[in-house]
Structures are given as structure tokens and as C-alpha cells.
């Protein structure tokens, strides 16, 4: 028997961390150090309210006053590793390809989802524009 109010709150707490993962960028925000070097401090500046709304790999920090996009500190932190030694085959018949790899999350205790993706092009040199868009192939949960 399925308890309904612990399956919506399960529910409910992995969609929070969907969204939060789609959102919010890895690494901590740095010291707000916005003080001179002559004491007095600098002008306040809100060019963000999220992650997404900066540029790369910044992320949208607190500072004294305001929110500012900043290089994160701790980036990797709590992400999982990427996969080593990814190994691929073609299998003989129907053009099936067969992608294994080890040790990716050995050490790492959340469930991880790895999503393998393509894209191919027809020619004899390598250009990225005739390329295709990347398309979802197989997406794997593993621990």
C-alpha cells in the first residue's frame, strides 16, 4: 500500500529540486569585499535576481547592498564526477551503439542522472554548422 502524503511530499521535494538545480548555479557566492582600499565603499549595483540572469559561469550574489553577478568560489562542489573512461561499440547488427563507463559516482551519495546525447553531420571535414542539434538519447539514474 502507497501512503499517499509521504508520495506528495516526495513529489513535492523533487520538483523543488529540479527546479533549484535548473536555476541555481554549482559553487558558493565569494566575501562581499566591495570596501576600497581607502575605507570608503563602493557604489550599490542590483544587476540580478537569479543565477541565469548572469553571464558564464557566474553566479547572482548577496553583496552589501544589492545583488551583483560574481565569479564562484568552490564551483565543483557537490557535483558528481564526471564519468572515466567511457568506452563505445557498435553493435553488428542495427547500428546500435553500446556507451559504458566506470567509476563516475562511486564516492558520491545522491542519486545522479546522466543523460547521454548526439549530433551528427554528413561530410569530410569538420565544420559545426552542417552539425544537428544535440538530441536526448538515453537518460540513466545511477548512484
Not at 2 to 26: F, G, H, M, N, V
Request: aromatic share 6%; proline share 8%.
Amino acid at each position: 500500500m502507497i501512503d499517499a502524503t509521504s508520495d506528495t511530499e516526495s513529489c513535492q521535494q523533487s520538483c523543488s529540486y529540479l527546479k533549484d538545480i535548473s536555476t541555481t548555479r554549482p559553487g558558493r557566492c565569494p566575501a562581499d569585499n566591495r570596501a576600497t582600499n581607502t575605507g570608503t565603499v563602493a557604489p550599490c549595483v542590483e544587476n540580478c535576481r537569479i543565477d541565469l540572469d548572469c553571464r558564464h559561469e557566474a553566479k547572482c550574489c548577496q553583496a552589501s547592498c544589492g545583488k551583483m553577478c560574481r565569479k564562484p568560489t568552490h564551483r565543483f562542489e557537490g557535483v558528481p564526477p564526471v564519468p572515466e573512461s567511457p568506452h563505445i561499440r557498435e553493435r553488428p547488427k542495427g547500428g546500435i551503439l553500446e556507451v559504458k563507463w566506470t567509476g563516475a559516482s562511486s564516492n558520491f551519495t545522491l542519486p545522479v542522472v546522466y543523460i547521454v546525447e548526439s549530433r551528427w553531420t554528413v561530410g569530410a571535414q569538420h565544420s559545426e554548422t552542417p552539425f544537428t542539434h544535440w538530441q536526448q538519447i538515453s537518460q540513466v539514474i545511477g548512484r
